[in-house]
């Protein structure tokens, strides 16, 4: 049974940084993309980061280009979201997930959804 698990989620300040984490589990994702996801309440789950299998190829959304980084280990099997200077509208519940299209940004690519990690960020 696949299963992902996010972690690393807390209420922080604004200007604070997060270092969030998507643990895969149940088969490997070695040739598989991973992405991020957020969702804030009353608005439909968005594009965050996605990166491909290797890692050498990476996605951002423009609300985090130059903040947010994403990186993964496959030998882990987990993928990482880095996220610098947030905002409070960074504000939301960050979803991870396997993309079947690399570092794709079309939430349709991905499967295998984790229960997600809220981040709140005050002013």
């Known amino acids: 049974q696949v299963r992902m698990v996010e972690s690393g989620g807390g209420l922080v300040q604004a200007g604070d940084s997060l270092r969030l984490s998507c643990a895969a589990s149940?088969?490997?994702?070695?040739?598989?993309?991973m992405g991020w996801f957020r969702q804030a309440p009353g608005k439909e789950r968005e594009f965050v980061a996605a990166?491909?299998?290797?890692?050498?190829?990476?996605n951002y959304a423009d609300f985090g280009k130059g903040r947010f980084i994403i990186s993964r280990e496959n030998a882990k099997n987990t993928a990482y979201l880095q996220m610098n200077s947030l905002k409070p509208e960074d504000t939301a519940v960050y979803y991870c997930?396997?993309?079947?299209?690399?570092?794709?940004?079309?939430?349709?690519?991905?499967?295998?959804w984790g229960q997600g990690t809220q981040v709140t960020v005050s002013s």
């Open positions: 149940g088969r490997t994702f070695l040739t598989y993309g």
């Open positions: 997930g396997v993309s079947f299209g690399g570092a794709d940004y079309q939430r349709g690519s991905y499967r295998y």
């Open positions: 990166i491909d299998s290797s890692g050498g190829i990476t």
